[in-house]
């Protein structure tokens, strides 16, 4: 069983930074991070595979969001740096693991795991 609290969302201005974190207890082999605006299907925004730190991104944030992580003994955090923020990344972002090998998986169906989600709202 996998554990993951999310913290760090709130309001910024277009063109401002924030950083995600979700702390992660129990072994995981894919971590990735999810959004969901109102009205929108959650959508796949960055990916990390355990093994090797691997990371990929969905093209609308390649460049502008970072996915990494910190790891030790008892629990492992994975970060959501997110730089030159728009009105349109605005949504409810999601901390998400796969508890078993799924590769680098963009699919929420993949994902076995979720946080509970944190707002973030990007003001123009």
């Known amino acids: 069983q996998v554990q993951l609290v999310e913290s760090g969302g709130g309001l910024v201005q277009a063109g401002g930074s924030l950083r995600l974190s979700c702390a992660a207890s129990?072994?995981?082999?894919?971590m990735g991070w999810f959004r969901q605006a109102p009205g929108k299907e959650r959508e796949f925004v960055a990916g990390?595979?355990?093994?090797?730190?691997?990371?990929?991104?969905a093209d609308s944030v390649k460049g502008r969001f970072t996915i990494s992580r910190v790891r030790d003994n008892a629990k492992n955090t994975v970060y959501l740096q997110m730089n030159d923020l728009k009105p349109e990344d605005t949504a409810v972002y999601y901390c998400?693991?796969?508890?078993?090998?799924?590769?680098?998986?963009?699919?929420?169906?993949?994902?076995?795991?979720w946080g509970q989600g944190t707002q973030v709202t990007v003001s123009s």
């Open positions: 998400a693991a796969a508890g078993r090998f799924m590769g680098a998986t963009m699919t929420a169906g993949a994902y076995d795991y």
């Open positions: 990390m595979l355990w093994t090797g730190g691997t990371t990929y991104y």
């Open positions: 129990g072994r995981t082999y894919t």
